[in-house]
C-alpha cells in the first residue's frame, strides 16, 4: 500500500498558473508510473498527465503545451505545473501511482485536489 498526498490545489482566474504536488509515503521507484487525473462534475475520471519510471511523459490533447508533469525520485514526489489555466481545467484532481499486476494496470489513489478555474 501506498499514501499519496495531493495539495496545491486552489482558484485561480483564467490563464492563472497552478502547480500540484503529490508526495507518495513509499519510494515511487516502485511504481511503473505516476499519473495526474481529473475529474469534472458529471463526468467521468480522465488521465491528464502521466510519467513512466523511465521520465516519459504523456498529456491528455486538451493540456499539450501548458501543463508539465515531473517527478522527483529523491523526494517521492510527482508535481503537475499547470499553465495558462482555462475554465474546462475546473475538476478535483487526483494523482494515481500505477502498478503492473500479471499485465493489469492497477491503481492507488490519492484524495484529490480541488481545482477552480473561474473569473
Known amino acids: 500500500q501506498v499514501q499519496l498526498v495531493e495539495s496545491g490545489g486552489g482558484s485561480v482566474q483564467p490563464g492563472g498558473s497552478l502547480r500540484l504536488s503529490c508526495a507518495a509515503s513509499r519510494s515511487i521507484f516502485s511504481f511503473s508510473a505516476m499519473g495526474w487525473y481529473r475529474q469534472a462534475p458529471g463526468k467521468e475520471r480522465e488521465l491528464v498527465a502521466r510519467?513512466?519510471?523511465?521520465?516519459?511523459?504523456d498529456y491528455v490533447d486538451s493540456v499539450k503545451g501548458r501543463f508539465t508533469i515531473s517527478r522527483d525520485n529523491a523526494k517521492n514526489t510527482v508535481n503537475l505545473q499547470m499553465n495558462s489555466l482555462k475554465p474546462a481545467d475546473t475538476a478535483v484532481y487526483y494523482c494515481?501511482?500505477?502498478?503492473?499486476?500479471?499485465?493489469?494496470?492497477?491503481?492507488?489513489w490519492g484524495q484529490g485536489t480541488q481545482v477552480i478555474v473561474s473569473s
Open positions: 494515481a501511482a500505477e502498478t503492473i499486476v500479471l499485465g493489469i494496470a492497477r491503481y492507488s
Open positions: 510519467i513512466t519510471l523511465g521520465g516519459s511523459a
